[in-house]
């Protein structure tokens, strides 16, 4: 199956909003080391796709 590009490009801005969550929600827990509770990664990944979207 050929991808056209707009689903490649789909496809690399996917990825890139997954590693920058990733990347993300470790500067979190780093930040939040301290704090037991545990990244709300749903929550994060709607941030990071409204920030994305808006650029």
């Known amino acids: ?3 056209t590009n707009i689903q490649f490009d789909l496809a690399k801005k996917n ?3 997954q590693f920058e969550t990733k990347r ?3 500067l979190l827990s780093r930040l939040y080391i301290w ?3 545990r990244v ?3 929550r994060v990944k709607s941030i990071f ?3 994305v ?3």
């Open 53 to 55: 979207e808006s650029n």
């Open 1 to 3: 199956m050929k991808l």
């Open 40 to 42: 709300d990664t749903q």
């Open 15 to 17: 990825n890139n909003i």
């Open 24 to 26: 993300f929600c470790v």
């Open 49 to 51: 796709v409204r920030r």
């Open 35 to 37: 704090k037991p509770k």
